[in-house]
């Protein structure tokens, strides 16, 4: 059996540059690559520390795929669970993004041990920014 390194969301997007803007200006995250180098992009890539985002334009995962076309619902039933750690805690991160972005889960402690929140980016994608509770 292989060993598994390393999961990347690949999202199906309607615009890019809007999934670029929202994931580096609201979130953070630092621009990686860009097909093609210069806008009007049809895929990017967004990383901070090991989490890595892909996002892939609409119309054109439909030309490669065109059967997809019946059963592709951006963000249907989709969702990524983000572990937050560094000088930014998931409080302070809560209160820079919800005026930002609408806030799905509101910023509370769970009983497994995680204070977490979850929002939905412009394609409908539900995020959760989880930190561990110290004990």
């Known amino acids: 059996m292989p060993q598994f390194n390393k999961l990347t969301p690949n999202l ?32 990017a890539s967004v990383s901070s520390g090991a989490v ?9 995962v439909l030309k490669e795929h065109p059967d997809w076309a019946t059963r592709l619902k951006p963000s249907a039933g989709n969702s990524m669970y983000i572990e937050v750690s560094g000088p930014e805690s998931v409080d302070a991160l ?15 402690t769970q009983f497994y041990g995680m204070r977490e929140f979850a929002i939905e980016d412009p394609d409908g994608f539900v995020i959760t920014f989880a930190q561990r509770v110290q004990k």
Do not use: C, W
């Open 94 to 108: 809560h209160d820079r993004v919800k005026g930002k972005t609408r806030v799905v889960i509101p910023l509370t």
């Open 52 to 60: 890595e985002i892909f996002f892939n334009e609409t119309a054109e």
């Open 12 to 43: 199906i997007v309607a615009s890019v540059e809007r999934s670029l803007a929202f994931y580096i200006d609201v979130l953070g995250f630092q621009r990686g690559m860009t097909v093609p180098d210069q806008s009007p992009f049809v895929f």
